[in-house]
């Protein structure tokens, strides 16, 4: 079975600055996709960011970069140029990339605050 | 477009009662997916909807729960009797065909059994 895991309950920096989320996966599988989904506080859940494992290029979503190391198995979140509404829970989020499979797995979640 | 919708937005009963958890997906969506996070632990998969027909229902915890999507469109989540440990917050998601990597979730229902 899948397994994902965020070691960063909770992180906080200042407005402005970078802050990398960590994400780190256990799977067999060789076709898969990589997600980092995003909850502001009381609103929805919404995809920031999406990683196929057959590509070796990082995902890029303007401020919104992944670092995919497959070999590693692991998948972090770099924001740059962090902005207030950046606050929000981030989550990571595995799925095979088998049709007949459309689970998500999710890590725990990282709680991230950005300080005016 | 309106996004995915549910209903109730918090609903609080007590052990042994009965509560139906409702999800109405973007329209077109023909999958729909149910999750949970229970406090402090992960967010969980609980059953997956293609259409009317159950795709995989490998995540549901156990017989307590029923879930359907009548006519392929709206779904819902019933549990019956609710126990303390099905408190936390009910997500529902939904893709086009052909696109699960793509899922869009709803606000989800916070369930608050005491």
């Known amino acids: 079975a899948q397994t994902v895991t965020q070691s960063q309950p909770e992180m906080s920096v200042q407005e402005a600055e970078t802050v990398t989320l960590s994400c780190t996966y256990d799977?067999?599988?060789?076709?898969?996709?990589l997600f980092w989904y995003k909850q502001p506080p009381s609103r929805q859940m919404i995809l920031v960011i999406r990683?196929?494992?057959?590509?070796?290029q990082n995902a890029t979503e303007n401020r919104f970069s992944v670092n995919f190391q497959k070999a590693a198995k692991s998948f972090s979140l770099k924001i740059s140029d962090s902005q207030l509404g950046d606050t929000a829970m981030y989550f990571c989020a595995f799925m095979n990339g088998d049709q007949g499979a459309q689970k998500l797995v999710f890590g725990q979640g990282t709680r991230l605050t950005i300080n005016p | 477009e309106a996004g995915v919708t549910q209903f109730p937005s918090h609903s609080v009963i007590e052990k042994g009662q009965t509560v139906t958890l409702r999800c109405d997906p973007i329209s077109g969506h023909d999958n729909l997916y149910w999750y949970r996070r229970v406090m402090g632990k992960e967010i969980k998969f609980l059953l997956h909807?293609?259409?009317?027909?159950?795709?995989?229902e490998s995540g549901m915890p156990n017989n307590r729960f029923l879930a359907e999507r009548t006519g392929g469109t709206y779904s819902t989540l019933k549990v019956q009797p609710a126990e303390l440990e099905d408190s936390g917050v009910y997500f529902c998601?939904?893709?086009?065909?052909?696109?699960?990597?793509?899922?869009?979730f709803g606000p989800g229902t916070r369930l608050t059994v005491l």
């Open positions: 990683q196929e494992a057959y590509k070796q």
């Open positions: 909807f293609v259409k009317e027909s159950k795709q995989d």
């Open positions: 799977t067999s599988e060789n076709n898969y996709y």
């Open positions: 998601a939904s893709s086009p065909i052909g696109e699960a990597d793509t899922q869009y």
